[in-house]
């Protein structure tokens, strides 16, 4: 994968931070985009401290306008991309039920706002639309190109009290077949990783309490979790290395691999 030019949406977010330095010190050129500027200059800039290439850059996963610019500047930088992560996602606190089932509780299904949920759907979905549409159109001229997006394990099966999230990636992993199969006379092979449960900054608040330790709700995911534990970050390289490869996944497309410790094909008995 020497000097591939690879865009990563959501890059300075804990998963896709370790992404974008995995395929910097493969050799690739990185551009790392998020909304958070200052984040993934920081962590470019220490990728090119430490001798290899990457540039942050702005971008708004939701406005195209501004996913256009990022194109062009990565375009000026590197040449046109050639491998796109879509990790741009999230939940939203009102997008969120306060208890599993319904029983009255100050925050239920009925409770939960269109804001909300617009938001979550969005981010999720329209996100990788938008930055597909952008950022695959040089990959059909080329002839050649890989997308990997981020589903999640919800998407296999709804969890408690996070509708919106659920169906969001259950979304994308539907977009990612579609893709997979209108892309496919033209080079470009589209697939998906869904993550298990990773600790990450826009969840530790759900995992852990103020002290550090488990939550009720750590507790029921690690009793579902066959390997007993929470990934981490580094143990998504494996997949994202094999599908980004030409030579090792050529004839893959249209697959979501689950990555989760065998949360997936645990039944609970």
């Known amino acids: 994968m020497q000097n591939k030019i ?10 896709c931070r370790e992404i974008a330095k995995f395929f ?10 998020d909304i958070n500027l200052e984040a993934v200059e920081a962590i470019a800039g220490d990728l090119v401290k430490s001798g290899f290439k990457a540039k942050g850059h702005f971008a708004n996963a939701l406005d195209k306008e501004s996913l256009e610019k990022a194109r062009v500047d990565i375009e000026k930088d590197f040449g046109a991309c050639e491998i796109l992560i879509n990790g741009a996602g999230g939940n ?23 804001e909300g949920v617009d938001f979550v759907f969005d981010l999720n979905f329209m996100g990788t639309f938008l930055t597909t549409q952008v950022f695959a159109k040089a990959m059909t001229e080329n002839k050649k190109g890989v997308i990997i997006n981020i589903s999640s394990m919800n998407a296999f099966c709804p969890l408690t009290k996070i509708p919106a999230y659920s169906a969001a990636k259950a979304s ?9 199969v209108y892309f ?30 488990l939550t009720p709700r750590s507790d029921k995911i690690l009793k579902n979790t066959p390997m007993g534990r929470f990934g981490k970050p580094e143990e998504l390289l494996g997949a994202v ?10 004839f893959v497309t249209g ?11 645990f039944s609970g008995v």
């Open 172 to 180: 994308v992993s539907n977009f990612t077949q579609w893709l997979a």
């Open 255 to 265: 697959v979501i691999i689950p990555i989760d410790g065998g949360f997936n094909a």
């Open 241 to 250: 290395e094999f599908l980004s490869d030409d030579n090792k996944s050529a």
């Open 184 to 213: 496919a006379n033209t080079g470009i092979r589209v697939n998906a990783i869904a993550p298990g449960f990773f600790a990450t900054n826009q969840n530790k608040t759900l995992l852990f309490k103020e002290d550090g330790s």
């Open 24 to 33: 910097a010190k493969k050799g690739c050129k990185v551009a790392l985009l």
């Open 92 to 114: 939203h606190a009102k997008a969120t039920t306060d208890a599993e089932t319904f029983a009255n509780e100050a925050k239920s299904f009925f409770d939960l706002t269109k």
């Open 6 to 15: 690879v865009a990563i949406t959501g890059a300075g977010g804990v998963l």
